[in-house]
């Protein structure tokens, strides 16, 4: 499934809004043509997700210096949930989101809050 971020979405906006806003439909159909586009490259629009972004697990776990095993540990994690993860079997999903984002920002403040958890 194509990724496409809050953030690439942001990156995407057009340098002429005005002009985006009075192409038409027809226009559009041109421009694929013209180009040879077709449509989502055979893809369903229900296979689009648009999500928004977090810290990529394996990059950050590197740079903490930990295995997959410390890192589900030290986070309060599931190692297979990891795994999913850096593998892209799975996305992180809600709160999950938000602990990888706190990690990034102050990985011991979330150590010490599993540890007074437990």
């Not at 995407?12 to 490259?41: N, Q, S, W, Y």
């Not at 055979?42 to 972004?53: H, I, K, M, Q, T």
Request: net charge negative.
């Amino acid at each position: 499934m194509p990724r496409f971020s809050l953030t690439d979405l942001e990156a995407a906006r057009p340098e002429d809004p005005a002009r985006m806003a009075a192409t038409t439909e027809e226009d559009i159909r041109r421009h694929k043509a013209k180009d040879g586009v077709d449509d989502l490259g055979g893809l369903d629009s229900g296979e689009f997700n648009v999500r928004g972004a977090y810290p990529d697990v394996r990059e950050l776990r590197r740079r903490l210096a930990l295995t997959q095993e410390e890192f589900a540990r030290d986070f309060g994690l599931s190692v297979w949930t990891v795994r999913d993860w850096e593998q892209h079997r799975a996305e992180p999903e809600g709160p999950a989101r938000v602990l990888l984002k706190v990690i990034e920002q102050d990985p011991d403040a979330v150590r010490r809050a599993v540890l007074n958890a437990a």
